[in-house]
């Protein structure tokens, strides 16, 4: 069965664009455990490639593992873990840099523009696609779901892949990346052009997975339409409408020009969307709130996942070392 890995980096708040993206298809793969094998982690240490505060990256991986729970991530179905409780990410990480090139480094896109907005640049900022081509690589990934901004992260890893095969022997599973349609059509409420982000610079716009409700109704109430009053599905020239419209058919399963027919006003759609946005986010809240209370817990979950992905991640690193011509340990 083809097996999927979907990472999440403890940086900003998860919002409603991660749930329906990411999240919601991690719990709907569980249900279909002959078909998918899922792979869920906390990516806690690319959150270090930037400027940050330590207590806040701990305070936020156990928030991030907490809300995948709450989520409906299933430790007993699926393999669930934190990237830094398995020092076979790094390790392998190592190895991956001896078959990789300093260019192919430096032309990512994502290193050009973090790298063009700081006066001091980590070398971690670099190299730290090669260490998500070790996630990836290190599990025999098949697919993972990204967005087109982390595109390139995944090319670049199935050329590693493809280079390290034919250099030393076959070793690892090249992966290939699938976009989640929905991720990509979650926008910010306050700026539709611009996609829904964990590390927004103004708060309005987004839905945050933990919002109270009347938060969360808040903000769709307030979400930018436009002045001509007509509801209908024209991402072109009706963003904002639009948003509203793929939003509320995310959270309802129905089609966006369909549910566009249904309203004859801005206000009446946005009241649908706030009680679907409602339904969906409050229940996860709630659970969440409740698993808050046991961080222990929470902890002991993810010790267990730590130590079932050592077990396959300490057989791919040996097998990448004898492969590259390490002696035994």
Known sequence: MPRRLTGFTPSGDLHLGNHLGAIAPIVAGQATTDTTDTVVFISDLHALTLEHDPAD???????????????????????????????????LHYLLECATGYGEAQRMIQFKEKAGRQSQVRMSLLTYPILMAADILLYDTDEVPVGEDQSQHVELARGIAQRFNTRYGPTFTVPRAVNPPVAARIMDLTSPGDKM?????????????????????????????????????????????????????????????????????????????????????????????????????????????????????????????????????
């Not at 002991?300 to 077990?311: H, I, N, Q, S």
């Open 197 to 329: 982000s964990k590390s927004a610079p103004s708060a309005a716009g987004t839905l945050r997975l933990l919002d109270e409700p009347d938060v969360l109704r808040r903000k769709v109430m307030r979400a930018v339409t436009d002045t001509d009053g007509v509801v209908a599905h024209d991402p072109d020239r009706k963003p904002g409408v639009s948003n509203l419209l793929d939003i509320l058919a995310a959270c309802t399963g129905d089609e966006p020009r369909r549910l566009a027919g249904r309203f004859d006003r801005y206000g009446e759609l946005k009241e649908a969307v706030a009680d679907a946005v409602v339904a969906t986010l409050t229940p996860v809240r709630e659970r969440y709130l409740r698993l808050a209370q046991d961080p222990a817990h929470v902890r002991k979950v993810l010790r267990a996942g730590a130590e079932r992905a050592r077990e396959s991640a300490g057989v791919k690193v040996r097998q990448a070392k004898a492969a590259i011509g390490l002696l035994p340990g």
């Open 57 to 91: 990256v701990r305070r936020r991986t156990l928030e991030f593992a907490t809300v995948l729970l709450a989520a409906g991530a299933d430790p007993g179905t699926c393999l669930f873990l934190v990237q830094s409780h398995v020092p076979e990410h790094t390790e």
